[in-house]
């Protein structure tokens, strides 16, 4: 198998500009904001944010008010979503059907406006939680 590499930790919120301002109390302002990223697919609005530059990304994932599923984690207290991990496009296919093959429950490849159009997936295990693999 090849090698992860970590990209980002997803985090769901009902306010972007809340969360970003929330945190510049905590650390400061960010380094780095991407402009906002609407993914369709997933009824949800995406920002990356760079605290310090070369670091793992935070990706700021504020559903859409018809996206019953996101909302009801945000009410239940949910704010850790997912981490996300590339690999390259010559692996994935491969890293996918294993992972699967070893329990990892598969909730389909897409293609994601966040990356390009580049194909992605979320997988799911009880002790990892929800994992995104992003093809590069």
Not at 9 to 28: A, K
Not at 45 to 62: A, M, N, S, Y
Request: charged share 25%.
């Amino acid at each position: 198998m090849g090698l992860l590499t970590l990209h980002h930790y997803g985090i769901l919120t009902d306010s972007t500009s809340e969360w970003l301002s929330e945190n510049e109390v905590l650390l400061g302002k960010p380094f780095k904001i991407s402009h906002i990223i609407k993914i369709s697919s997933q009824k949800a609005d995406i920002t990356f944010v760079e605290q310090k530059e070369g670091e793992v990304l935070t990706e700021l994932v504020e559903p859409w008010q018809d996206n019953h599923t996101l909302n009801k984690l945000i009410e239940k207290g949910v704010s850790a979503y997912h981490k996300g991990y590339l690999l390259s496009a010559g692996e994935f296919d491969e890293v996918v059907e294993m992972l699967v093959e070893r329990g990892f429950h598969s909730l389909g490849i897409f293609q994601s406006e966040a990356f390009g159009n580049k194909r992605c997936v979320f997988l799911v295990t009880i002790n990892l939680g929800m994992i995104e693999i992003i093809e590069q």
